[in-house]
């Protein structure tokens, strides 16, 4: 099935400093989507990209699919303590099922 | 969107034993998934849980040791047979949006196998 590798596994920042996570994969990707698992809690659907090149904005959050459709990542600008969590890029691995990739968890100092 | 209940919502369980996990979905659907995430992983899917038909289990997963059911189109339940200290993880239950893809996932059931 499909594989994902993401990165950084691990992020501390400063409140307001920024964020990125990188998914990549080593063949080309249908689709990509993202999640977000709170501490405690389940993973959360945040976004889905399908065109190659594409970009989606949601409040801070900026994702971007590659031209390829080999790789994305998941930008946030000025990070709050509520962006505490861990985020999780998962692709198509067949019939309806998904493949996660290992996640980065992302910690914010205030 | 859909609304997943699973219980228990976590379990202390001695070694050897085998404990069942229940999935309730407020709508009918076809698909059923089962992720397992050990502390501090990803999530891993177990098995496929389809209404009338036996799981598909990804590799690495056997019926012994996971055996599922689903009797109809809202419930599923996990049995997580023979446990070991091992089988320490979260087990989520999801089902998915047709029509975007999306993953709803309940609240997991974290077990502790001692």
């Known amino acids: 099935g499909q594989q994902v590798m993401q990165i950084p596994q691990y992020q501390h920042v400063q409140e307001g400093e920024d964020f990125t996570t990188y998914c990549n994969s080593s063949?080309?990707?249908?689709?990509i989507q993202w999640y977000k698992q709170r501490p405690g809690g389940h993973p959360v659907f945040l976004i889905q990209?399908?065109?190659?090149?594409e970009v989606k904005k949601q409040k801070r959050l900026t994702f971007q699919f590659g031209e390829a459709k080999k790789n994305s990542s998941l930008h946030i600008t000025a990070t709050q303590t509520t962006d505490v969590g861990t985020y999780f890029c998962?692709?198509?691995?067949?019939?309806?099922?998904?493949?996660f990739g290992k996640g980065t968890m992302l910690l914010v100092s205030p | 969107s859909a609304v997943i209940s699973q219980k228990p919502s976590r379990d202390i369980c001695q070694r050897g034993t085998s404990l069942t996990i229940q999935c309730q979905v407020d709508?009918?659907?076809?698909?059923m998934f089962w992720y397992r995430q050990q502390p501090g992983q990803s999530l891993t899917l177990i098995a496929t849980?389809?209404?009338?038909?036996?799981?598909?289990?990804e590799s690495g997963f056997v019926i012994d040791k996971f055996p599922i059911s689903r009797p109809n189109l809202t419930f599923s339940t996990l049995t997580v047979s023979n446990m070991s200290p091992e089988d320490s993880s979260i087990y989520l239950c999801?089902?998915?949006?047709?029509?975007?893809?999306?993953?709803?996932f309940g609240e997991g059931s974290r077990l502790t196998v001692l």
């Open positions: 999801s089902v998915g949006d047709r029509a975007t893809g999306e993953l709803f």
């Open positions: 990209l399908v065109k190659s090149g």
């Open positions: 998962a692709v198509n691995s067949g019939y309806s099922t998904l493949t």
């Open positions: 709508s009918q659907v076809t698909m």
């Open positions: 063949t080309t990707l249908s689709n």
């Open positions: 849980a389809n209404q009338g038909s036996e799981a598909t289990y």
